[in-house]
């Protein structure tokens, strides 16, 4: 029973705390002053398997990212630039080489970034885990994504977009996507209209198939690809104490995201994975 006089306190401390500054500087080995803040949390995928994720955050850049690596080793990343309102979604997929793929493919996805999706690059930057062995899921289950991909980014002008993004899609310079809303946002913020380049023309994407059902691997499709960001801190949770006037920051609200990807490749070959319904 709570006491009188106190409102939404919780009686156990969540396990993965915001705790105020005085107790310490942000957490990380050897970490100084501006050096990211780094944070291994063990997730449980959808499909049920285990996995670590590394969560990272600059607040000095005002900038947050994700890795985890997906069961079939697939390396998936997730950089948020609060800076630039942009986020960049990479992919990793192991090469099959019995099908003649390379021994890896790298994607890069760029869309824009609204502030209420994830926590502030400061917030993320004083998480703290109790018990680093921990299972976690998500406690929220957010919608899926479809997004058309019909924008692509020219990788050496790609730094006038967001910084993060030469180191980030160093391996997926021919494959950088955006789409066309979100560039006409980019463009009106003053971005450079050399970052971006037409991929053929929307009508004639539609015209073209899924990659899926197209037989002949040296033929343009449409590919799809799916990740999924299994667990994320995206919201604050806030607590009222008869001690203090106002309402105060005293954990995180997670959640999992799925994305689906279209987007148009020049060759079938370069969407293998992409072949159930």
């Known amino acids: 029973m709570r006491a009188p006089g106190r409102r939404d306190v919780p009686t156990t401390l969540p396990a993965l705390l915001l705790l105020p500054l005085l107790l310490g500087s942000p957490r990380g080995v050897g970490a100084g002053a501006g050096a990211p803040a780094e944070l291994r949390v063990r997730v449980r995928l959808p499909d049920g398997q285990v996995t670590e994720e590394s969560l990272q955050a600059d607040s000095d850049a005002d900038s947050i990212s994700l890795e985890m690596r997906k069961p079939d080793g697939t390396l998936v990343s997730f950089t948020a630039d609060f800076k630039k309102d942009v986020k960049i979604f990479r992919a990793l997929i192991l090469g099959e080489l019995e099908k003649g793929q390379n021994q890896f493919q790298a994607l890069c996805f760029v869309t824009r970034l609204h502030h209420n999706e994830i926590i502030p690059s400061e917030a993320m930057a004083k998480l703290r885990q109790k018990n680093p062995r921990t299972v976690r899921q998500a406690e929220e289950v957010r919608g899926l994504e479809q997004l058309h991909m019909d924008i692509a980014v020219n990788f050496s002008q790609g730094g006038l977009l967001s910084p993060h993004l030469h180191n980030v899609c160093a391996e997926a310079a021919d ?31 539609m015209e073209l198939l899924r990659c899926r059902l ?19 801190p995206c919201m604050l949770k806030y607590c009222h104490s008869r001690e203090r006037p106002t309402p105060y920051k005293c954990g995180i ?14 060759q079938r070959q370069l969407c293998l994975w992409d072949e159930d319904p």
């Open 175 to 205: 494959a950088i996507y955006a789409r066309q809303e979100d560039v006409r946002f980019w463009l009106e913020q003053g971005v450079d209209s050399s970052v971006f380049e037409a991929l053929p023309k929307a009508s004639e994407q």
């Open 214 to 232: 197209v037989g002949d691997r040296g033929k343009p499709c449409t590919c799809r690809y799916g990740l999924s960001l299994a667990w994320y």
């Open 253 to 266: 609200r997670s959640c999992q995201k799925n994305y689906s990807f279209d987007f148009y490749v020049p």
